[in-house]
């Protein structure tokens, strides 16, 4: 793969490791703002949030560190496949979690391209045994 290619995607992996971190603690300093997206039959709904921050937190630094970014891509990889149901949800219902119907249906293919992009930084941090 071309240099300036894997310039790009270090940029999407660093880009991505920012934005889970800056998420994850979102769920510390506002864990009322993600109660709709914890589904109704769950119980301990502020122990699923911030569990789920620290979660995102370790797996943005993961993605940061030489040594385990490779575990950190596959974490959020499932991360995003675990919440993914939420944003089809969204699309459906009458009232979504966050935002218009018109947001939900911007965020679904924005989870997508989240999956794919993190999906190929993991593939070539194994085809390369680097950071990508």
Partial sequence: MKLNSLKIWNILKIVIAVFMIYAGVQHFIKPSFFIPFVPVFLPLKIT?????????????????????????????????????PIHIWDVFSETP????????????????????????????????????
């Fill in 48 to 84: 699923i949030i911030y569990v789920s921050g620290a979660v995102e937190v370790l797996l943005g630094v993961m993605l940061l560190l030489k040594k385990y970014a490779n575990f950190g891509a596959l974490g959020i990889f499932i991360l995003l496949i675990l919440f993914l």
């Fill in 97 to 132: 979690a966050i935002g218009s119907k018109q947001a939900a249906l911007i965020r679904l293919p924005i989870q997508f391209l989240l999956i794919f992009i993190i999906w190929k930084i993991k593939n070539l941090m194994s085809q390369n045994k680097q950071t990508v």
